[in-house]
């Protein structure tokens, strides 16, 4: 796991059922201290992480259930697999399916199996399961990209306000210019190969027209460069280059698709940067995991340090560790293990909770259940171990699952005070 002082955390995570268990809740709540003899009492920091209502930074659209794109639930439980048979029978030998589908089951009072929780999902309808997931959730505001396009029949933003008090959206950088540049061919097949310096030009101007139309309604900027060519950003990319680059995507077949174009995707990358300093909106950069087209080797964030140190964006506010995707897919084990990490060093201001939900109204339960969980386990060794007092665990869990965010997404406006 890579950790700066730098960046700030994205995360989300994982179920400790046991802990909820009355009896082992009781047992779990009374632990000694690092310091010998002494007893603390964890109910305090319990309440506290039960009650906070949290602040999703980073989730993705419901889609309807006669989309094209779902292949039945058992899809919430892989990453990225589509028509994958063995992969969806693979999904349900996981801890995470095990554990996960119990979770289901109880919340919607059925049988524990995937027949029983889809045939109630059926009856019930998208309306009555979100619903029903959102309030076990208890978000009180979730900022939500929407620029996953390989979808059909997705409820866009408005829809997702009826089930939480508040949504705000990132805007994925590279689909904006996807969108132009689908503009863009339109342009060069009826102009006759109008001059591409020309629709550079143009590009930029309708990047940053978007960008300022919707300035005031997008909570932070959010790149994938990762998925085209990796996180190592070219940043002397010379506008030849790029123009290059444009020329040869323009003549390529249809479906219009950034990957390969290295030179055109550091550009646009160095274009949002910018926009990003201009109105000041943070900037996610997805960093690992996620479906095949991902090159795990290139999308790691040490690719990342020389935009890091480039002294033009030193005042970016960048998002890029984000293990979002992994959580609610790992072992309990592996959360409390992965949330440990990142507070062996990143600083608790900087740590936000997040589930990375997409599709499945229950990813976002289960990522909103587990987190608050795994973060209390975790928060108590700290007290066990002596690296915080119970009080400071208790404003450390407050900070995590909202106030960090509210502040750094500057989205203090909205009623989402913890
Ligand atoms: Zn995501």
């Known amino acids: 796991m890579d950790i700066s002082l730098l960046f700030t955390v994205l995360f989300a995570v994982l179920i400790l059922s046991v802990l909820f268990n009355s009896r082992a809740t009781a047992i779990e709540e009374l632990e000694y201290s690092a310091e010998e003899g002494e007893k603390m009492d964890f109910s305090v920091l319990r309440k506290a992480v039960e009650e906070v209502e949290s602040v999703d930074g980073h989730c993705h659209n419901i889609v309807a259930f006669d989309s094209n794109s779902v292949q039945g639930f058992i899809q919430a439980f892989?990453?990225?697999?589509?028509?994958?048979?063995?992969?969806?029978?693979?999904?349900?030998?996981?801890?995470?399916?095990?554990?996960?589908?119990?979770?289901?089951?109880?919340?919607?009072?059925?049988?524990?199996?995937?027949?029983?929780?889809?045939?109630?999902?059926?009856?019930?309808?998208?309306?009555?399961?979100?619903?029903?997931?959102?309030?076990?959730?208890?978000f009180s505001a979730i900022l939500m990209d929407d620029g996953i396009d390989m979808m059909d029949k997705v409820y866009d933003i408005e829809w997702h306000k009826t089930f939480a008090p508040f949504v705000g959206r990132i805007l994925r950088t590279e689909r904006v210019a996807e969108k132009i540049l689908e503009q863009v061919r339109y342009l060069h097949t009826f102009t006759f190969n109008m001059h591409i310096p020309l629709l550079v030009k143009f590009s930029g101007f309708r990047f940053l027209s978007i960008i300022v139309t919707v300035a005031n309604e997008i909570y932070a900027l959010k790149s994938i460069a990762a998925y085209y060519g990796g996180l190592e950003i070219n940043l002397n990319v010379a506008k030849t280059d790029?123009?290059?680059?444009?020329?040869?995507?323009?003549?390529?077949?249809?479906?219009?698709?950034?990957?390969?174009?290295?030179s055109l995707v550091s550009y646009i990358f160095l274009q949002s940067l910018e926009v990003s300093l201009s109105y000041d909106l943070p900037m996610q950069i997805h960093t690992g995991f996620g479906d095949k087209l991902l090159d795990l080797r290139k999308s790691n964030p040490l690719h990342f340090r020389a935009v890091l140190e480039d002294k033009r964006y030193s005042k970016c506010r960048f998002v890029y560790l984000d293990f979002g995707l992994a959580i609610p897919k790992l072992s309990v084990h592996g959360m409390i293990s992965a949330v440990k990490d990142l507070l062996n060093l990143a600083p608790l201001s900087k740590v936000m909770f997040s589930t990375d939900a997409?599709?499945?109204?229950?990813?976002?339960?289960?990522?909103?259940?587990?987190?608050?969980?795994?973060?209390?386990?975790?928060?108590?060794d700290a007290c066990i171990n002596g690296d915080l007092s119970l009080p400071e665990a208790v404003e450390a869990a407050k900070d995590i699952f909202a106030r960090n965010a509210i502040r750094f997404y500057n989205i203090s406006s909205a009623k989402v005070v913890p």
């Open 78 to 138: 892989t990453v990225g697999a589509f028509g994958d048979a063995e992969a969806f029978a693979f999904a349900q030998q996981s801890l995470s399916f095990k554990r996960s589908l119990r979770d289901i089951a109880k919340l919607y009072g059925t049988g524990l199996s995937l027949e029983s929780v889809e045939e109630y999902r059926r009856v019930s309808g998208i309306q009555s399961i979100t619903s029903t997931c959102f309030k076990a959730a208890r």
């Open 358 to 380: 997409y599709t499945f109204p229950e990813t976002f339960y289960l990522g909103a259940k587990n987190s608050r969980e795994v973060v209390f386990s975790v928060l108590r």
């Open 242 to 262: 790029a123009e290059e680059d444009l020329r040869q995507l323009l003549n390529a077949g249809k479906p219009l698709f950034l990957l390969n174009y290295k």
